[in-house]
């Protein structure tokens, strides 16, 4: 049975969700900043980070979509509970900020940084990695990272760029 505290940060989430289906953007992102002072887990501040990062982006709110992903990304990295997860989530967060930059902002350079910066952190954990089967999930994640990366470069015209980034072995950024 969940406490009050519980019950109530739950009924303002499902506030929040009505006024988003109702059409009511800014006051449903209000109501979901509301409950970020009010949550202990920091699992659950970054949900509600990404949930107003999701909805700002769909609005076409980028600046504000960045922010929020930013802010999911500090909770995230200090997050110990987040285990292994963090890994995974902190990929994640890079992977939509650069895709805000490359399809709504046209900004490739900042999504090619995004992505390196995915890289790097998939490619620190892969080293780390001594579970075969998170080691085979890593080197899957690490190549749709780089084929993110040669998609971008082939955009920007950059054909030869793109087949090695897309293409490479697993090496070290």
Not at 2 to 27: C, I, Y
Not at 146 to 171: D, P, W
């Amino acid at each position: 049975v969940p406490s009050k505290h519980g019950l109530f940060t739950n009924m303002l989430q499902a506030k929040a969700h009505v006024l988003l289906q109702l059409g009511n953007v800014d006051e449903s992102l209000a109501v979901y900043k509301s409950l970020c002072p009010k949550l202990k887990q920091p699992s659950d501040i970054a949900k509600i980070y990404y949930t107003m990062a999701c909805i700002c982006r769909k609005n076409g709110r980028h600046d504000e979509s960045l922010a929020y992903f930013k802010s999911e990304l500090k909770v995230t990295k200090s997050a110990a509970a987040l285990g292994k997860h963090r890994v995974e989530t902190t990929c994640r967060i890079y992977h939509d900020m650069a895709r805000i930059h490359d399809e709504c902002l046209g900004d490739y350079e900042t999504s090619l940084k995004y992505y390196a910066k995915a890289l790097k952190v998939q490619q620190r954990a892969l080293k780390k990695c001594t579970n075969p089967v998170e080691e085979k999930e890593l080197l899957s994640q690490i190549l749709e990272t780089q084929q993110c990366m040669g998609r971008i470069h082939y955009k920007r015209g950059e054909f030869t760029q793109a087949l090695n980034v897309s293409f490479q072995e697993n090496v070290a950024v």
